[in-house]
């Protein structure tokens, strides 16, 4: 029936084997779906199901029938995580503002004009109760 399976978006863990009826499918974070390539025999059927990856980890089937005889193909695919935590690392360093180093000075002159605002008004507080 089946004679052979590629996954155009994604990895395979094993080559395509006729005996072998379960796979491991690896794909990027942002994969709707797993794109199947295949070749069969001439009159067989193919279906393929499940085939929305919204999680991370999901399970496509892709089933083959002809004259009466049906096999069936599981293929569990994995999202790749990693690309979800450096996307957000990515979008975190775009977020990032450069700060602006006070000068000496700067900080000096702060420090003095808070100082003569606190002095002034204490010394107008002290004053209103002296009259």
């Known amino acids: 029936m089946l004679e052979d399976i590629k996954i155009l978006n994604g990895t395979l863990d094993l080559a395509y084997n006729e005996y072998i ?6 794909v990027d974070s942002d994969t709707p779906k797993l794109d199947i390539f295949y070749e069969c025999e001439d009159g067989t059927y193919i279906e393929i199901l ?7 980890n999901n ?3 892709l ?3 002809k004259d009466g005889e049906e096999k069936t193909y599981t293929f569990y695919v994995h999202k790749n995580i990693e690309s979800i935590t450096s996307g957000i690392d990515l979008y975190k360093e775009s977020l990032e503002v450069e700060s602006e180093e006070f000068a000496l000075y700067k900080v000096q002159i702060l420090g003095i004009s808070i100082f ?14 002296a009259l």
Not at 21 to 26: D, H, I, K, N
Not at 50 to 56: F, I, R, T
């Open 63 to 65: 089933k083959a029938s």
């Open 116 to 129: 003569l605002i606190i002095v002034i008004i204490f010394s107008l507080f002290f004053k209103r109760k």
């Open 59 to 61: 399970v496509v089937y």
């Open 21 to 26: 009826y379960e796979y491991t499918v690896e």
């Open 50 to 56: 499940n085939n929305d990856l919204k999680e991370v």
